[in-house]
């Protein structure tokens, strides 16, 4: 059921649709990503090659930086506000935990 502009749903921080979906497929990109370097590291008795670290501890934070400063378009709402500092507190804190276990098995 589409929500009427007025009364968007509390997971859509943005005011832009187009914004909306675009972070959700990059969010979804990272996810795949993600996945492929567990099995990556699964798979591969030598470890991680050194580009997939180099990206897990560049990209992700980058990202974070640019939503935050030039990408979020809802600064006017509260709510917004505090729904885009939780998540990207816990995305954060997840990007962390993973690069985590990526360098001690270097």
């Known amino acids: 059921m589409p929500v009427a502009k007025d009364e968007k749903?509390?997971?859509?921080?943005?005011?832009?649709?187009?914004?909306?979906m675009?972070?959700?497929?990059?969010?979804?990109?990272?996810?795949l990503f993600?996945?492929?370097?567990?099995?990556?590291?699964?798979?591969?008795?030598?470890?991680?090659?050194?580009?997939?670290?180099?990206i897990w501890a560049v990209v992700p934070s980058c990202y974070f930086f640019v939503e935050y400063r030039f990408w979020f378009d809802n600064w006017e709402n509260p709510n917004a506000v505090a729904h885009l500092?939780?998540?990207?507190a816990l995305a954060g804190r997840i990007w962390l935990g993973i690069l985590a276990v990526m360098l001690f098995q270097m």
């Open 34 to 54: 993600g996945l492929f370097t567990v099995w990556v590291l699964l798979s591969s008795p030598e470890g991680l090659p050194r580009w997939i670290i180099v």
């Open 22 to 31: 675009l972070s959700q497929l990059i969010g979804g990109g990272f996810t």
């Open 9 to 20: 749903s509390s997971y859509q921080v943005y005011k832009s649709d187009f914004r909306h």
């Open 85 to 88: 500092k939780h998540f990207q």
